[in-house]
């Protein structure tokens, strides 16, 4: 035991020493950081950019007809296309709106031309326009009353709320569960292939320099082995650990800066909707529309985090971790004992990847149905069960779920922790062969 406490102390103190670590730990909760705030902060700003648009209208039914916003600026002409097109550079315009003349039988195209990119979101707007004001010209010619399809159109804010054993509800959103489900799945994969190479990489290193051969006189190859695994496995965790701390804190003081004038936003909205209810339909609501309404959105999708368990989530990730990294790291070492060179590795590489590739193809199928029968069963499968929990988890996991996927990962552990150590204890000694899946075989049954 004191000689496997040696080996892990060596591996632990070795690898956190290096600059490579005290990098990735500093940058890794400002990137995790970044990709929660930075999506929700430029939905607050107004980042497009002004645009004024020449119209060519030959169809000479949207004059003056287009809508325009802060940001897009339509101006009619009588010239023709083609003299616009001649003379746009000699002007301020930025791109040139063509509408055909048969436009409403179906038969023409609208064009953009342009001197930069007008962007996605430009193009979409002028498209969504014209359609819609088409449809109402084809309504209005077979006399559909325009008013009173308008009215009858009705959109509707659609908020889930989870209603527990006690009665009491809570408001939550798919989107976040599924964005926070990636991300962890993300970070499983992550680390479970960052540290169980490293393992590899470290095995391989100390066969090519005939280290080993001086360590094997002293320890046994499974205490070698599991010194190995253990050490780097502590390496992780406190990486996990720096990164669990700074991220909170990163978090919570870019939340304090940026998002204060939203929630002022936000509290003035619930104030309006309370008048509004109060006072009946009779009150001006166009207040909520204000321009501020995209922070406000923001900041009610920020407020869904809190529905989200992080505490359990932080100790099933710990565990999934810990366990997925142990039963997978023992299949990495057997694979550096077994080969020479890293340029030997590839060919038993796959049988190793395959699960946890097949674990994020899966996961687009589970994010829709989380406790659905294939969610369970790839939940069960050690091999996939530490991605595929990690992204159900958000979502809720029922306890029995939970349980039979912790003690089948614990039992594919043991499991691939026996036979990973068979293929050690030859392999690592065992030089200037190539080695075939047939030889392995022949390795696990050595007495």
Aim: hydrophobic share 45%.
């Amino acid at each position: 035991m004191n000689k496997i406490l040696l080996i892990i102390q060596r591996e632990y103190l070795t690898r956190v020493k290096k600059k490579s670590f005290i990098v990735m730990t500093l940058l890794g909760p400002i990137l995790i950081s970044g990709m929660m705030i930075v999506p929700i902060w430029l939905a607050t700003r107004d980042h497009e950019e002004k645009q004024k648009i020449e119209v060519v209208d030959d169809s000479y039914l949207f004059r003056d007809s287009i809508p325009q916003n802060k940001n897009l600026k339509f101006v009619y002409t009588e010239k023709s296309l083609d003299y616009t097109q001649d003379n746009f550079f000699k002007t301020d315009f930025t791109a040139i709106l063509y509408i055909p003349s048969n436009i409403l039988s179906g038969g023409g195209t609208v064009k953009i031309f342009y001197k930069e990119p007008p962007g996605i979101a430009t193009e979409e707007y002028i498209k969504s326009g014209i359609e819609e004001m088409i449809y109402n010209f084809k309504l209005q010619k077979y006399n559909v009353d325009l008013s009173t399809l308008k009215n009858a159109q009705t959109s509707i804010n659609l908020v889930t709320e989870k209603i527990s054993a006690n009665g009491t509800t809570e408001k939550t959103s798919t989107t976040t569960q599924m964005g926070v489900g990636f991300i962890l799945g993300i970070l499983i994969y992550m680390f479970i292939f960052l540290y169980g190479a490293q393992v590899m990489r470290g095995v391989i290193e100390e066969k090519t320099n005939r280290i080993v051969e001086v360590i094997i006189s002293s320890v046994r190859p499974f205490e070698l082995m599991m010194g190995k695994i253990v050490g780097v496995a502590l390496v992780g965790l406190t990486q996990f650990l720096l990164w669990l701390v700074l991220t909170i804190s990163i978090y919570t003081v870019s939340q304090n800066m940026l998002f204060s004038t939203i929630k002022t936003e936000a509290f003035q909205k619930e104030q309006i909707k309370e008048e509004v209810f109060k006072k009946g339909t009779n009150l001006d609501v166009a207040r909520l529309d204000k321009p501020g309404k995209h922070g406000i959105k923001a900041y009610e999708a920020l407020e869904t985090f809190s529905s989200i368990d992080f505490t359990s989530i932080v100790l099933c990730f710990l565990f999934y971790f810990l366990a997925g990294y142990l039963m997978y790291s023992a299949l990495f070492a057997a694979i550096g004992a077994a080969v020479d060179s890293e340029t030997d590795v590839q060919q038993f590489m796959l049988p190793i990847t395959i699960p946890l590739v097949l674990s994020f193809v899966i996961a687009q199928a589970i994010v829709k149905e989380p406790n659905s029968t294939l969610a369970f069963w790839f939940s069960i499968i050690p091999l996939t069960s530490p991605v595929i929990m990690m992204v159900r988890l958000p979502f809720g996991v029922p306890v029995l779920d939970l349980t039979l996927s912790m003690i089948f990962l614990v039992l594919g552990f043991i499991f691939t922790t026996w036979l990973a150590s068979r293929i050690y204890r030859t392999g690592i000694l065992m030089y200037g062969k190539k080695v075939s899946y047939r030889e392995l075989w022949k390795w696990i049954f050595y007495k």
